[in-house]
């Protein structure tokens, strides 16, 4: 919360004028500075959304800026597809077998 309070400077005496585009600006600074996508939603970004949620359920604020402001996480190689088994790349090399 330090880091976010320094980051926006005097808005944070008055939470209600944080807006999502400062939350965009801060998000991006820590992308820029290579934080891991993880550190900056779970910690950076979670941490807000926990003030702020707060904020809004006990009626200080109206509304929750840091609401659907998301990190791209990148995939590691080889999660998203299988490989094939020796079994059916033979079966595709096979001749006459049709691919598409």
Request: proline share 2%.
């Amino acid at each position: 919360m330090r880091d976010l309070r320094s980051f926006v400077g005097e808005k944070a005496d008055d939470i209600t004028r944080i807006t999502a585009e400062d939350i965009v600006r801060r998000k991006d600074k820590l992308v820029r500075a290579n934080k891991a996508a993880a550190t900056i939603s779970r910690g950076y970004l979670g941490c807000a959304r926990a003030l702020f949620r707060f904020a809004v359920a006990n009626r200080f604020a109206a509304s929750d800026p840091s609401q659907g402001i998301k990190i791209a996480r990148k995939t590691k190689a080889g999660k998203k597809m299988l490989g094939y088994s020796g079994e059916e790349v033979a079966r595709l090399l096979e001749p006459g077998q049709q691919c598409f």
